[in-house]
């Protein structure tokens, strides 16, 4: 049985641990915030991309760009976006099980990574890794735009059939969803459809008449690759929310905990006290007896 010293520096320890994992918890509340008021207002942005793709497509049927065609290649590309560091809960470890469990249609799979959590993973699993994106925390469109290009690239080749990216989809502060999602190459048929990260967009509401110059065919050909660059960024920044929102969460359960824990060690401490001293009172009152 523990002694009551024990359970006093028991209790001061979890006091501590405490402290921090509430200092962790405002901290990271703090950035959610932010996270998400990015997330949500780079949602707006895709769903009027949307809609205008959706009017050049129809304008430039005849000139079909190549990211609507998949590659001769038999590979397959696979972008995982996941976090830098740890401490939000199992967020990593769904994501990691959602990649392993999917199934991509061929063995031959090449990875390019956005998180130091994701380079570890694929390392672990042996995986084969071609890139690796590190990307500083707000994410940044200059910065992720490389990792667009880059894909945008390796698909050009041939190489690869199809780019799918597993990241984290945001619903809302407890609510995180593994997702895969194909980026390239870019469906024709759900081009102006609902993604599960965006406000749904249906093609009937695309009426909105646009001038177009020098050609619809010519500002696709541009325009295409931004809508590519730009769903990257979105995911980043769904990954990003989630993240944040996951270690507010977990700092805050951790913070609980300890709270509890303190309740139980201070309730364990009074027994003990109080044992103590009806012991003394029994030793005092038999002593006085002997003597009597």
Known sequence: MPSTRDIRRRIKSVKNTAQITKAM??????????????????????????????NLKEKAEEGLHPFFSEGKGGKVLVLLVSSDKGLCGALNTNLFKKLITTDFGTEDV???????????????????????????????????????????????????KKVLVVFNNFINTVTVVPTVEQILPVNPVTLGGKRDFAPQIETATATTEYTFEPSAAVVFESVLPQYVNDTVYQMVLESRASEHSSRMVAMKNATDNAKQMIKDLSLEY?????????????????????LE
């Open 25 to 54: 918890q405002l901290v990271a509340a703090a950035k959610m915030k932010k996270a998400q008021d990015q997330a949500a207002n780079g949602r707006h942005y895709a769903e009027m991309l949307n809609k205008i793709l959706v």
């Open 110 to 160: 090449d990875y390019v990574t956005v998180g130091k959590k994701g380079v570890q993973a694929i390392n672990r699993l042996r995986r084969h890794l071609l890139a690796d994106f590190p990307i500083k925390d707000p994410a940044k469109f200059a910065e992720v735009r490389g990792v667009g290009r880059f894909l945008q690239e390796k698909f050009l080749t041939g190489e690869y």
């Open 270 to 290: 009074n027994k003990l006290r109080q044992a103590a001293i009806t012991n003394e009172l029994l030793e005092i009152t038999t002593a006085k007896m002997a």
